[in-house]
């Protein structure tokens, strides 16, 4: 029996699709550091050689800036700048909605720390009015109200990472909440 060509053409079809389907459902299997914060993960400092994870109580002053980090293989998910974290504590009477259930104790919150405006490191801290900026195009943002937009040109406030506390060290509660990177034009 020969094949026609419509039945090769078929063939050929379904297993490009095949193809491009496994390629679709898991483009994170190829390096695992590129994946995104996962429930159970531990945060670390990013600026450490000793990747150990932080406490409630490494959280206190300006933002600290960390990485998501499996807690067994101790795999830290360094591979995208869109896993950076950005955790800043709170005074928990001063969270508002959501943001109050997403934080750990005491009032540490986590966010991206990609401004979504052009992908630069939120890294200002404004102490007197406990917000969060930009220094590219100074866009600000609320920390104590799910980052949410204050002033500048971003769209879109920042990707929020929900928190809890397992033996006194800051966890992963949820992946992040939002969309990561920057907002289409």
Same mark, same amino acid.
């Given at each position: 029996?020969?094949?026609s060509? %419509?039945?090769?053409?078929?063939?050929?079809?379904?297993? /490009?699709a095949? =193809? !491009?389907?496994? *390629?679709?459902?898991?483009? =994170?299997?190829?390096?695992?550091?590129?994946? %995104?914060p996962?429930e159970?993960?531990?945060?670390? $400092?990013?600026?450490?050689?000793n +990747?150990d994870?932080?406490?409630?109580r490494?959280?206190?002053?300006? +933002?600290?800036?960390?990485?998501?980090?499996?807690?067994?293989t101790?795999?830290?998910?360094?591979?995208?700048r869109?896993?950076k974290?950005l955790?800043?504590?709170?005074d928990? !009477?001063?969270?508002?909605? *959501?943001? %109050?259930?997403?934080a $750990?104790?005491?009032?540490?919150v $986590?966010?991206? !720390?990609?401004c979504?405006?052009? /992908?630069c490191?939120?890294s200002?801290?404004?102490?007197?009015?406990?917000i969060?900026?930009?220094?590219?195009h100074?866009?600000?943002?609320?920390?104590?109200?799910? $980052? *949410?937009i204050i002033d500048?040109?971003t769209?879109?406030?920042?990707? *929020?990472l929900p928190?809890?506390i397992?033996?006194?060290?800051?966890?992963?509660?949820k992946?992040?909440?939002?969309?990561l990177?920057?907002a289409p !034009?």
């Open positions: 029996m020969q094949a060509r %419509r039945d090769v053409f078929t063939v050929t079809c379904v297993l /490009g095949d =193809a !491009a389907l496994r *390629a679709a459902i898991s483009p =994170a299997e190829a390096e695992p550091a590129d994946e %995104r996962k159970g993960d531990y945060l670390v $400092a990013t600026d450490t050689a +990747p994870a932080l406490s409630p490494d959280i206190a002053g300006p +933002p600290v800036i960390a990485w998501p980090m499996e807690p067994t101790k795999l830290i998910r360094n591979g995208s869109l896993n974290v955790l800043v504590r709170l928990p !009477a001063t969270l508002i909605g *959501a943001t %109050r259930e997403r $750990a104790d005491g009032g540490v $986590a966010y991206s !720390a990609i979504p405006h052009a /992908g490191e939120v200002d801290w404004i102490d007197e009015q406990k969060l900026e930009c220094p590219c100074n866009s600000r943002y609320n920390p104590r109200e799910g $980052a *949410a500048g040109p769209t879109r406030g920042l990707a *929020a928190l809890k397992v033996d006194d060290k800051l966890v992963v509660a992946p992040f909440i939002g969309r990177g920057i !034009a």
